[in-house]
């Protein structure tokens, strides 16, 4: 069973297209994330959700737009791409740090998004 | 705000030898989480090991063991016995405790590490 799944794990499309990832995770876990990865292989993080909630919009263009309609879910919009949008999309999950769990982060495989 | 910086770009290993690959850190809060993670060339990314700023002894997992000096803000990764598999990209990252720093990890830019045989 895989633990966190994103698909699809390759886009390619051209400029201007609008384009969708969809996550899904299977560990009960309440918190979900949207990471980017450039390609300098630099991770940054873009949205982290719990319960559903939005807790971090780390100033992302809103032409992205996230959406959790529960939390096992939470999938990523992108509107009129552009070049700099290329990229390796990562989706994660986690319990919130601190108690007694480490809070570590389970990572989707990846999805590489390619705008032409 | 939290800060992780790796300055080693790339580093080089004989197989079986032992390595270090260094972190240090910066942030406000009074406590914070310290994680290692693997990515080889596939992709995927491979939690390693965890350190908890209060936890009295260095972590270790396996072959992987964290040498954190907190008070120098370092948290150095030691991998034993490389392997040729052991060759990826290794990033540190830090959770915090406030302002919205428990809800993400902030991550460094990554080692490379390459296993010569």
């Known amino acids: 069973d895989t633990a966190v799944s994103q698909t699809p794990k390759y886009l390619v499309t051209q400029m201007g297209n609008d384009k969708s990832i969809k996550c899904e995770q299977n560990?009960?876990?309440?918190?979900m994330y949207w990471y980017k990865q450039d390609s300098k292989k630099f991770l940054k993080i873009m949205f982290s959700?719990?319960?559903?909630?939005?807790?971090i919009n780390e100033t992302v263009p809103n032409r992205f737009s996230p959406k959790s309609p529960d939390k096992a879910h939470l999938n990523l919009h992108i509107n009129s791409l552009e070049l700099g949008d290329s990229a390796v999309y990562f989706c994660?999950?986690?319990?919130?740090?601190?108690?007694?769990?480490?809070?570590?982060?389970?990572f989707g495989e990846g999805s590489r998004l390619t705008v032409l | 705000a939290q800060k992780i910086t790796q300055t080693q770009p790339g580093m080089f290993v004989q197989e079986k030898e032992a390595v270090t690959l260094d972190c240090t850190y910066d942030t406000s809060d009074p406590s914070y989480g310290l994680f290692w993670y693997k990515q080889p060339s596939s992709g995927e990314m491979i939690f390693l090991i965890y350190q908890g700023s209060y936890d009295q002894q260095n972590a270790t997992e396996g072959r992987y063991s964290l040498n954190f000096q907190k008070a120098r803000k370092s948290a150095n990764l030691v991998i034993s016995a490389s392997q040729l598999g052991d060759s990826a990209m290794y990033f540190c990252a830090m959770r915090g405790t406030s302002g919205g720093s428990n809800y993400k990890l902030t991550f460094g830019k990554g080692t490379l590490l390459t296993v010569n045989p």
């Open positions: 994660a999950s986690s319990q919130p740090g601190g108690g007694e769990g480490t809070g570590e982060l389970f």
């Open positions: 560990l009960g876990h309440d918190t």
């Open positions: 959700y719990n319960n559903k909630e939005l807790i």
